[in-house]
């Protein structure tokens, strides 16, 4: 009877995985490197496209930045932002290839996982809200696995300072601490998947 139920639930493995019904890939076993692009207006003195990786405090790269540029793209990043772009409607590959460096294959930051490459994208859930829903102006897009944010894209060129609770231009287009960006990040969550990737997307 042993052997039987033993050959039985390997069956029923077996069977769940050729039905795509096998659980959903595990989240890395190290943390992710949360990394973003701010999109602000030129004519407020803004940079229209700031990239930045969230760097730890105190890292060598990063110092005490609350959002460390970044000088380049490594490993999946690249693939990860284009995708992510193209599901908010934006066209990131030509301005990512040159800016702010050619993207690199390797990956320096050991201690932190990567975003994940194409295969897993592809099958990422989508949440769609309207713009105005936002828990951050501007805010676009968020990528997510098991509601950790991986990538998030803010764009604020639409949006007049007021609408931005600003009254003066910055480099990124947003007058915001990281923690207060993390907190954003985590309110938007609530419409992503408990397990797996998923993507939040608020359309303008």
């Known amino acids: ?22 659980q959903t890939p595990a989240m890395p076993n190290k943390p992710y490197l949360t990394i973003g692009l701010f999109f602000g207006r030129i004519e407020e003195g803004a940079r229209i496209f700031t990239p930045v990786r969230l760097l730890p405090f105190g890292d060598p790269e990063g110092g005490t930045h ?5 000088q380049q793209l490594h490993g999946s990043e690249f693939a990860a932002l284009v995708w992510l772009g193209n599901q908010a409607g934006l066209r990131l590959a030509s301005t990512l290839q040159r800016y702010p460096a050619e993207p690199a294959a390797d990956w320096p930051y050991s201690a932190f996982a990567q975003p994940p490459d194409s295969s897993r994208l592809h099958g ?34 639409r949006l007049t300072l007021a609408e931005r609770g600003m009254s003066g231009s910055t480099a990124m287009g947003l007058d915001i ?16 998947p408990l397990q797996g990737l998923g993507a939040v997307l608020y359309d303008p």
């Open 1 to 22: 009877m042993r052997r039987r139920g033993a050959a039985a639930w390997g069956l029923l493995g077996l069977l769940l995985g050729g039905s795509g019904l096998a």
């Open 177 to 192: 601490a990281r923690a207060d960006l993390l907190r954003a990040l985590e309110q938007a969550s609530t419409g992503a």
């Open 124 to 157: 990422a859930a989508m949440v769609h809200h309207p713009g105005s829903d936002a828990p951050l102006p501007g805010l676009r897009a968020v990528l997510y696995d098991a509601r950790h944010p991986i990538l998030f894209l803010v764009d604020t060129r």
């Open 66 to 70: 609350q959002f460390p540029t970044l």
